[in-house]
Structures are given as structure tokens and as C-alpha cells.
């Protein structure tokens, strides 16, 4: 299969990659980026832990075409820290509520809740509930996470 | 999984002749969501994938008293569009229940009814609202109603080279109302048990119980009001889906209630011969037995939620105060 060179905006820098097309975004950036944050949970679109933001929607990185991501921006987990290295608020919200425990889910359930903030800066439980709803977690049962989630948009 | 090559055309015509070139061996692919899992499922395993994310305006919603939408348009964009929710508020609900937000941020509602599951959540929405599928090959370009386009568990009327160009919902009739349900375990990402939608055209719009319709009066009194007001449901549609291995209209239940009175009784009659008409299979997500009798419960809740939108088209499905 004849490769092709992709080029996008990864975590704001350019970057261009030679891949065969059938892979998924998600093999690009562990596989071929080394971007390990992203994690694969169910590889069927329905663990979410694989999300990224995609022009800043959120998308399941698992079963997503790299092919589509061709001139478009994608932010990964590894994207979130500032320049000298500081944690998001989010993070550290999560860090400090206790909303991490074995940390599978957490980046992609920290990159839904950066997009439930991005449109929504003051969401309410309900709001925060369904937006995460498409990251499971095994661990904390979802209360802390919704917490830190509540305490970064300045709510708690 | 499985090694495919990858087209991303331009133009309608450029997509359509490479369809035409590669044939059985290549799959149209718009959202990825479902055609991605199938190929790692190995359900599928097409040698080319040709998408059609790079087409322009095949991701359009246009609302001017009658709705086209482009087969590429998201369900999270579906959700979102106010004309969409004011006026056929029934695909709202299906949008709504699909999937995460990570799904419906990508999948497409051309992918959701090109699939064809019988759980497909759009396609009772679609039904009831009187869609017309545009159908285009390179050569030729047809239109058939979408009660034809189903034709069995993942089987729909399109030939090979053929690709939906356009979904049209005609415009409705002046106090109208729609609503979907979607019978599921749990409240996101699952597939329903059973899918119920509803589109009622009253006579009038002065509802003289609405107030009792935001309450949580029980629905024989608020029929019973109805009764009374004399009102007529002039145009009437009822989907089920899960119910039969496609998408089904229940006709039957239908001409029970065009042009009649509303009353209790008769909603009763109307679900319970809806419940007749279905064909529904014992599966792994419900017994059959369990799918009629919810059919007769559903049928008559969505009609409430469709006249209950006659009167206030924004009001969202509360699953917990649905009478």
C-alpha cells in the first residue's frame, strides 16, 4: 500500500508523518509519535479511553481514520502543560480531589472535560454527568471526577 | 486489523466514479464510527476506504419550512440545531440518545441509516417525519421514500455504486409535534431495547390543558380534558424500531386514530394494535414478550410527548416524568 505523509498540528506544533493509510490516529501517536498518554481501552469507540480533542471537539482517537486528521489541529494529553511544564487547572483539579486512581481513563476523561469547560465554562452536575458519559472509569465511581471537574470551572 | 487504502476525493463526481472503478471492493466510509469497529470486527474487510469528508456541502442543515440535511452531517450538529429541536423535535430526541459525545461529534446520520441496524436510532425519527432518501450513482439520481430504503439488518436499497446525496423532510403540517424514545439499560452509549417515535398534527393548538401537560397529572385526566376539547388529531405517524428486522411504520395503528378524537380509550387501542403489528425477536437486550408490552406503554407516552410539543416544541424527554 503506497504510504502517505500527513501533516497536522499536533499539540500547536506542525508535524508531518509517513503512514500507510489504514491506521488509526490513535496507532499515529503511540505507534509512530510516542505519545503514550493517549491510551487504548476498548479499541471499539466506547471506553473513551482513547479521546483527544480534534479542532476541539473531542473524538475517539481508537477507531478514527488518521487519514481525516490532514491539515486539522489535535490536542493530546500531552499537550495540556504549559510551556515550563505546569499541570492544567484541570489536572490539577483532578490531582487534588482525588479523581485518579488506577489512571487508565484520565486523559482522555481530562480532555472531555477540557471540552464540556471550552463551551461551557460554568456547567452544572448534569451537565458535567453527560459530558463525561462517554469515558468510563473503573475506579473512582465518578463522584471526585465530577468534583474536580466542578472545582476547575471555579464552582467549588 | 486489516490493511485498506485510503481515497479522499474532492468532489461528488470524483467519489462516485472511484466507487464506480473499485466496486464490491471498496466501502464509502463518512463518520468512520461504524465502518471502522466493522472492519476491526471483521464484518467488512473492503480493500479501499473512499471517504466523503473532503466533499463540500454535504454537511448542510437547511430549515426553510421544509429540512434538507446532507448525509454528512453530525448527530452532534443534529443536536444542536435549534430549527431542528423547534420543529422536528423527535430527531433531536434520536441525536441526543446516540452514542457519547465523542461518537456524535464524528458519526453521520448518512453512515447511521446506511448501516441500517434495526436499533438505528435515527430511523424512527426519519419515518415518522415523512423523509425522502436522494439516491445518487454516477449515471443516474433517484428518490424514494424512506420507508422503502430498508431492507433487512444491514441491508439497505442501494445498489452497488450508489451513495444517499440528501435526506428531505417535507414541511409539516401547523400544530405539529414529534417525540422518540429510546428503551435503554443504562442512560448513554447503549443499544436500545426497543426505539418508539410518534408525530402528532392536531386541529388546533389551543390545548386547553396544557398547563396540566407540564405537571404530573396522570394521563387519563389530561385525555380525558382532551376529550372533552374535542380535539382532533388530524395527521398521525407511529415508528418502531427493534420491533421488526427493519425499521417499521405501524400503519394499522395509525388509521386507527387519523382524523378522530383523542381519548384515552383510543390512544390504548392505538398502542395496543401497534404492539400487534410488531414482530419484535427474543435477543440478548429483551424477550419479545417484553418488547410488545412496552410498545403499548411507549406508543402512548410518545403520542403524549408529541401533542404535549404542539404546544411547547423545545420540552426535552424526561425519562422520569413520562406519566
Known amino acids: ?156 | 486489523m486489516k490493511k485498506f487504502d485510503y481515497f479522499k476525493p474532492k468532489t461528488l463526481e470524483e467519489a462516485l466514479a472511484l466507487f464506480a472503478k473499485y466496486g464490491e471492493k471498496a466501502k464509502l466510509i463518512a463518520g468512520g464510527t461504524d465502518v471502522i469497529v466493522m472492519i476491526k470486527q471483521k464484518t467488512i474487510s473492503p480493500d479501499v476506504l473512499i471517504s466523503l469528508q473532503g466533499i463540500p456541502g454535504l454537511n448542510e442543515i437547511k430549515c426553510n419550512g421544509s429540512l434538507t440535511i446532507g448525509p454528512m452531517v453530525t448527530h452532534r450538529a443534529i443536536e444542536k440545531s435549534e430549527a431542528i429541536r423547534k420543529h422536528f423535535s423527535a430527531l433531536t430526541d434520536a441525536a441526543d440518545f446516540l452514542g457519547s459525545i465523542q461518537i456524535r461529534n464524528v458519526a453521520t446520520i448518512g453512515g447511521n441509516i446506511c448501516t441500517a441496524a434495526p436499533s438505528a436510532d435515527t430511523a424512527t425519527p426519519l419515518l415518522v417525519l415523512g423523509t425522502q432518501v436522494r439516491i445518487k450513482s454516477l449515471k443516474e439520481e433517484r428518490t424514494i421514500p424512506i420507508e422503502e430504503f430498508f431492507k433487512g439488518p444491514g441491508k439497505t436499497v442501494l445498489k452497488a455504486s450508489e451513495m444517499v446525496k440528501e435526506l428531505l423532510i417535507p414541511k409539516l403540517l401547523p400544530n405539529t409535534g414529534s417525540a422518540y424514545y429510546k428503551l435503554q439499560r443504562r442512560l448513554a452509549l447503549d443499544l436500545p431495547i426497543l426505539g418508539v417515535s410518534v408525530l402528532i398534527s392536531l386541529d388546533k393548538n389551543k390545548v386547553a390543558c396544557s398547563d396540566m401537560l407540564c405537571t404530573a397529572s396522570p394521563i387519563s385526566s389530561i385525555l380525558h380534558k382532551m376529550e372533552e376539547d374535542q380535539i382532533v388529531c388530524k395527521e398521525v405517524r407511529i415508528a418502531l424500531g427493534v420491533a421488526a428486522p427493519t425499521p417499521l411504520r405501524a400503519v394499522k395503528a395509525e388509521a386507527l386514530l387519523r382524523g378522530k378524537k383523542l381519548s384515552d380509550e383510543l390512544l390504548e387501542e392505538v398502542a395496543a394494535t401497534a404492539s400487534k403489528e410488531a414482530q419484535p425477536r427474543d435477543s440478548i437486550r429483551g424477550e419479545a414478550w417484553y418488547r410488545r408490552d412496552m410498545i403499548k406503554v411507549l406508543v402512548k407516552r410518545m403520542a403524549m410527548k408529541s401533542i404535549e410539543r404542539v404546544i411547547q416544541p423545545e420540552e426535552t424527554i424526561f425519562p422520569e416524568r413520562l406519566w
Open chain 1, 1 to 156: 500500500m503506497n504510504k502517505r505523509i500527513l501533516s497536522f498540528t499536533l499539540n500547536g506544533e506542525p508535524v508531518e508523518v509517513e503512514i500507510e493509510p489504514h491506521l488509526t490516529l490513535l496507532q499515529v501517536l503511540r505507534d509512530k509519535l510516542e505519545l503514550t498518554g493517549t491510551k487504548e481501552g476498548c479499541g471499539m469507540g466506547e471506553c473513551g479511553a482513547c479521546t483527544v480533542l480534534l479542532d476541539g471537539k473531542t473524538v475517539n482517537s481508537c477507531i478514527f481514520p488518521a487519514m481525516e486528521v490532514d491539515r486539522k489541529s489535535v490536542t493530546t494529553i500531552e499537550g495540556l502543560t504549559d510551556a515550563q511544564g505546569n499541570l492544567h487547572p484541570i489536572q490539577k483539579a483532578f490531582v487534588e480531589y482525588g479523581a485518579i486512581q488506577c489512571g487508565f481513563c484520565t486523559p482522555g476523561m481530562v480532555l472531555s472535560a477540557k471540552a464540556i469547560l471550552d463551551e461551557n465554562p460554568k456547567p452544572t452536575e448534569e451537565e458535567i454527568r453527560s459530558g463525561i458519559a462517554g469515558n468510563l472509569c473503573r475506579c473512582t465511581g465518578y463522584l471526585q471526577i465530577v468534583q474536580a471537574i466542578k472545582a476547575a470551572s471555579g464552582q467549588q
